[in-house]
């Protein structure tokens, strides 16, 4: 028996069999603004200053941003904390400012603007990428968010002591600061201050278990600087050179599963506090909660790998009209204390289908079939939609996603440009959705991908909500989709295709981990059975 589940690129991963009723998700916009201590001043309460931040090719600025309203004698007046490129403050005293701009990866920038007596402003700043060479800082706020963000931005340059005093007064802010913690812990452990590091990292990982990982490499840095300092004086000890050579020994780091240096971009973007940690014992941590590593000193043009890697997925998507597969399918069900408590197994035939339907639409439709045996699946949840996911790198719909080039990384030997992408809230969620009975409902993915150096393929490709569903009781929706290349001799092509995929979902209460495997491509009209071709894990 086959059955025929068409799955457009608007309807995407799951396919339920009750019917819900679906509502309309809220977004949210956190902005931070402190009003220093300054002398009282006689303003209009009409008056209000909107600024944008712009890049210097004048797309928005996506990283969480420090600005400081300055008097003309030099003094703060106003600070807060702009989000998505944008900070409004109301109640603006009407004079001659100077406002100062500090983003993490940007130049420190200052623009003068004239407030008047009435009516709104609206200014435009153009911030241009950080090159190390201004090394002028802004002084200690009284805002802990913003002393935040003032260490992320010492730290990109790398001046680690004027970071580490910046991570040092949020603490004496908020002693209780988990992301100041860990930033302390990272600073130190860059400076080779290990045994000082351990002391933030150990109360970091008190209130938040997923800084145990960071804990632990700190633990084992810790062990070898001690048996190093031991062989020095005792050189003929073998069990402790083994003991060194165990430690030392180069450890294969998976992405999404390490908390290091880099992450503190995203602590100084996520103020602390506003987005709890999720459980760590049955999932991934999400993709904004933990960096994966990257080479330090890597320059990314972004808009070239978006470019080429759409390239290569265009070609993808003209080549592959129709590809079959042998689907290896593996359910576990979790309960509420994160154990497995029930294992399914299936094995699958499955198709695949792309087609540009008109233009700038894309079509993509999978079928499944189990011979005289009929289709289903454990819980009533059919995941389907998986190769759908690349798309996000199509022109087509690329431009819905907010992108950020993190570096280069260093995937089982490959090195791949490591992406960040985000849906933006202007555009529409057309590569997923969740099918609630006959309605559709949309959901927001933000992700990281893996994009090979050389050739612009598609490595690694991870996503997340960008936040939860109530009206439909969905909290979590974690994917991770590995892809290998497979060559296809009879038409002397090579192709990048799913090899594994992982699903995460906790939808209505129920908690479910997918694996699927695939194997014994066959391209259509091809007659010979492939293999996929010693395909890289994940990173």
């Known amino acids: 028996m086959c059955v025929r589940i068409p799955v457009s690129v608007a309807l995407t991963q799951f396919v339920l069999c009750s019917l819900l009723v679906c509502g309309t998700a809220r977004g949210q916009q956190a902005t931070s603004n402190t009003t220093l201590s300054v002398p009282p001043l006689e303003f209009n309460d009409s008056i209000g200053l909107d600024i944008y931040l712009r890049r210097l090719d004048d797309a928005s600025i996506e990283e969480a941003a420090a600005l400081t309203l300055l008097t003309p004698v030099g003094q703060p007046y106003r600070q807060g904390i702009a989000t998505n490129g944008h900070l409004r403050w109301s109640d603006v005293a009407p004079m001659h400012y100077t406002i100062e701009v500090v983003v993490p990866g940007f130049e420190r920038t200052v623009q003068e603007v004239d407030v008047p007596e009435a009516g709104k402003v609206r200014i435009i700043i153009q911030v241009p990428p950080q090159t190390g060479q201004n090394k002028v800082y802004p002084p200690v706020s009284s805002d802990a968010d913003v002393n ?16 580490e005093s ?21 600073v130190l452990l860059n400076q080779n201050r290990t045994s000082e590091a351990l002391f933030y990292l150990e109360r970091a990982a008190k209130t938040d278990p997923s800084v145990s990982l960071l804990l632990a490499r700190t633990y084992v840095t810790a062990a070898t600087e001690v048996l190093q300092a031991y062989l020095r004086n005792h050189p003929e000890d073998g069990t402790a050179k083994k ?17 290091d240096a880099d992450s503190r971009e995203k602590i100084a973007s996520m103020p602390p506090g506003k987005t709890p940690p999720r459980e760590s014992g049955w999932l991934p941590p999400n993709i904004d909660d933990n960096v994966p590593p990257i080479e330090s000193g ?44 029930a294992t399914e197994k299936r094995k699958y035939d499955y198709m695949v289908s792309v087609q540009e339907i008109r233009p700038g639409i894309l079509a993509v439709e999978e079928y499944l079939s189990r011979g005289t045996t009929p289709v289903d699946f454990p819980g009533g ?18 431009e819905s996603f907010s992108m950020k080039c993190e570096g280069l990384a260093i995937v089982n030997g490959q090195r791949a440009w490591q992406i960040y992408f985000r849906q933006r809230e202007d555009k529409p969620n057309g590569i997923r959705a969740y099918r609630v009975g006959r309605n559709a409902r949309p959901i927001a993915l933000k992700g990281r991908a893996w994009i090979v150096a ?71 009209a091809v007659d010979d059975t492939q293999k996929i071709s010693s395909p890289a894990t994940s990173p």
């Open 148 to 163: 935040h963000i003032f260490g992320a931005y010492a730290s990109k340059v790398g001046d680690w002591k004027q970071a």
């Open 166 to 186: 910046y991570w040092a007064k949020v603490l004496e802010q908020v002693p209780d600061n988990v992301s100041a913690m860990v930033s302390m812990g990272e």
């Open 243 to 259: 003991q060194l050579e165990s430690l030392e020994a180069p450890v294969e780091l998976r992405a999404g599963k390490n908390l």
């Open 298 to 341: 890597s320059a990314c043009n972004l808009e070239e790998v978006v470019q080429k890697a759409g390239e290569k997925i265009q070609e993808f998507v003209k080549d592959v009209a129709r590809f079959t597969a042998t689907e290896s399918f593996l359910h576990e069900s979790i309960n509420k204390s994160g154990q497995v408590s």
């Open 381 to 398: 949840i059919t995941t389907k939609g998986l190769p759908a996911l690349i798309l996000i790198f199509h022109p087509y719909y690329s």
């Open 454 to 524: 050389d050739s612009y393929q598609i490595l690694d490709l991870q996503t997340d909500l960008v936040d939860a569903l109530p009206d439909i009781r969905l909290t979590v929706d974690h994917t991770s989709i590995e892809f290998g290349p497979v060559h296809f001799s009879s038409r002397g092509v090579d192709m990048w295709l799913p090899q594994t995929a992982e699903v995460f979902s906790e939808l209505r209460g129920k908690r479910i981990h997918r694996r699927l495997g695939f194997s014994n491509y066959l391209l259509f």
